[in-house]
T-cell receptor, first 115, second 111 residues
Framework: DSGVTQTPKHLITATGQRVTLRCSPR?????VYWYQQSLDQGLQFLIQ???????AKGNILERFSAQQFPDLHSELNLSSLELGDSALYFC??????????????FGPGTRLTVL | QQPVQSPQAVILREGEDAVINCSSS?????VHWYRQKHGEAPVFLMI?????EQKGHDKISASFNEKKQQSSLYLTASQLSYSGTYFC????????????FGKGTKLSVIP
């Protein structure tokens, strides 16, 4: 158990809908990262937050947005969902973020299925 | 650019050794190795910093050749529990806040 929690574990929805994925980092970690992993694909970095502020953006679609709240939990919002958005979404956290020695610990993931 | 991992997949019998390579076209400050079992979260194995260090974790060790920008993960006397997909991730320098992962190497250990 990494100490990172994600809810829900599974999510099934229809095209065009909007969903929210939630992540709570490990105690003491200030940075949260979101990744997308499609079937047999690697980990695609979406976005990083540090202490409430957006720090880095990867290949995140405009239909997707995220935020980190004062209690450091984070939410990833996916809207106008398409079939291709079906994937595993992982959240990871680290103490600082942006340091080459900073280790990221991954949550169990949310499996999103868009029908 | 994401690091390139090789091989893409490998099948081993219990007790055999394997090497997984990770190469980057960009200078890396550190290399991070993770193992992911099917349907589960990636689990951190080890981190290597530039400077050519080598680390070990049980019978899994790794090295980082800064000159070649290549890291290798060594699995010796493989066990069934080693099965999974191994990812390397690299931090490419100051101001780069993201860990860029390779596409992964699928390792299958059979009895």
């Amino acid at each position: 158990d990494s100490g990172v929690t994600q809810t829900p574990k599974h999510l099934i929805t229809a095209t065009g809908q909007r969903v929210t994925l939630r992540c709570s980092p490990r105690s003491g970690d200030l940075s949260v990262y979101w990744y997308q992993q499609s079937l047999d694909q690697g980990l695609q970095f979406l976005i990083q937050y540090y202490n409430g502020e957006e720090r880095a953006k990867g290949n995140i679609l405009e239909r997707f947005s995220a935020q980190q709240f004062p209690d450091l939990h984070s939410e990833l919002n996916l809207s106008s969902l398409e079939l291709g958005d079906s994937a595993l979404y992982f959240c990871a956290s680290s103490v600082v973020g942006g340091s080459s020695t900073d280790t990221q610990y991954f949550g169990p993931g949310t499996r999103l299925t868009v029908l | 650019q994401q690091p390139v991992q090789s091989p893409q997949a490998v099948i081993l019998r219990e007790g055999e050794d394997a090497v997984i390579n990770c190469s980057s076209s960009k200078a890396l400050y550190s290399v991070h190795w993770y193992r992911q079992k099917h349907g589960e979260a990636p689990v951190f194995l080890m981190i290597l910093l530039k400077g050519g260090e080598q680390k070990g974790h049980d019978k899994i060790s790794a090295s980082f050749n800064e000159k070649k920008q290549q890291s290798s993960l060594y699995l010796t006397a493989s066990q069934l529990s080693y099965s999974g997909t191994y990812f390397c991730g690299g931090y490419s320098g100051a101001g780069s806040y993201q860990l860029t992962f390779g596409k992964g190497t699928k390792l299958s250990v059979i009895p």
